[in-house]
């Protein structure tokens, strides 16, 4: 099923005292000739306004009312969502990147009464401009506005669904008010650091569920599949896999380390110091701190060995066989052999 396309507006201050709107190019291209002459805005609160759509220009136009019905301001953002025909649904973000409290206000031209706006009819959404941060390898920082709205409703444990349906498997760290586990997103692009993407749009709704949508430079919707390497463009060793062999001390409520053998150096040795691989089993993945110590001798998986480990149900003397998934050094299909099948 394809799903909705959307984009990103980032707001200055001279926009919000500007009738128009620029539609990003590459949004355009794609989605223009599908889109009629005059579109309809429709807000989470039931606020709805007619645009008038300049294909010439590219841009939207009639926005007065929207900017001072909701008192908007440079620093925020508009996240727009096509759903087809003449409708777009439209959310608003503050400077700190949380979605805003709506007001109770409808379009002057409206009958309809205003709606309340609440988790449980489309959840709560925050944006993190991770363009704009320090080099992001797998965590974002969650707004405070969002935590004190839903934090209390937030497991720990967290399923984070992307475009292409692959669920990564992360964590919500409520003390550092961080979201990790999303080194995968990297991985799937084939980005070295989540920077690479302009802005992550995290939608909440209830359970353990958040949706992800990532967006680049050009403000459209980036999709998140895993990209194969071009044949040729690695040259790769003998091996495309590597194993662990789960030991007792892999099983210990801290772990402190799951060596990766010198026997798959082949592996290994693409890696950087630092470095996130990801594991997949079926459409759920998991990613995977690795470093390296010892004068690059010694390889080791750290952060998020422990939620794998649990999560697959591992027990002493199971083998996990990590395939290199699609040629991509950071992407690995996983099988699980377990002990007790070979008895």
């Known amino acids: 099923m394809e799903l909705n396309p959307k984009f990103v507006t980032l ?9 128009e709107l620029v539609v990003p190019h590459s949004f355009f291209v794609k989605h223009s000739a599908k889109i009629p002459l005059t579109v309809k805005l429709s807000m989470r609160n039931g606020y709805e306004m007619w ?16 900017y001072a019905n909701f008192c908007l301001k440079g620093g925020g953002s508009l996240f727009f969502e096509y759903c087809g025909g003449f409708v777009f ?20 031209l409206q009958t309809a009464k205003p709606r309340q706006v609440s988790l449980y009819d489309g959840g709560w ?6 363009s704009l941060s320090r080099k992001a390898t797998d965590a974002v920082v969650v707004p405070q506005l969002f935590i ?3 934090g209390d409703l937030v497991p720990a444990k967290l399923e984070l669904v992307v ?10 760290k409520r003390k550092e008010c961080k979201i990790s586990g999303l080194g995968s997103l990297c991985n799937m692009l084939r980005f070295r650091y989540l920077n690479q993407f302009h802005i992550l749009h995290f939608n909440y709704v209830l359970g353990n569920h958040f949706n992800v949508t990532a967006f680049d430079d050009s403000m459209a919707e980036t999709p998140i599949y895993p990209k194969p390497y071009e044949h040729g463009e690695t040259n790769m060793g003998n091996s495309t896999a590597f194993e ?16 990766v053998s010198v026997d798959f150096r082949d592996v290994r040795d693409w890696w950087n110091k630092l470095d996130y691989i990801t594991g997949y089993v079926g459409n759920h993945c998991w990613c995977l701190q690795v470093r390296k110590r010892a004068n690059w001798k010694r390889t080791t998986i750290h952060d998020g060995w422990v ?33 007790d099948s070979n008895v």
């Open 148 to 150: 004190d709205r839903v």
């Open 11 to 19: 707001l200055r201050d001279g926009d919000c005292v500007c009738n």
């Open 51 to 66: 645009l008038d759509f300049d294909k010439k220009k590219e841009k939207f136009i009639g926005l007065l009312f929207l």
């Open 307 to 339: 939620e794998f480990r649990n999560d697959l149900d591992l027990a002493v003397g199971d083998v996990c066989v990590f395939h290199w998934r699609n040629d991509s050094i950071r992407n690995f299909d996983v099988s699980v052999l377990k002990a």
């Open 163 to 172: 475009s292409s349906g692959h669920q990564l498997v992360g964590h919500f």
């Open 89 to 108: 649904k439209v959310s608003i973000f503050g400077c700190d990147g949380s979605e805003i409290e709506y007001p109770r206000v409808v379009h002057h």
């Open 244 to 259: 662990i062999l789960v030991q007792p001390f892999h099983m210990l409520r801290y772990c402190h380390g799951v060596d």
């Open 125 to 130: 959404s925050f944006v993190s401009y991770v």
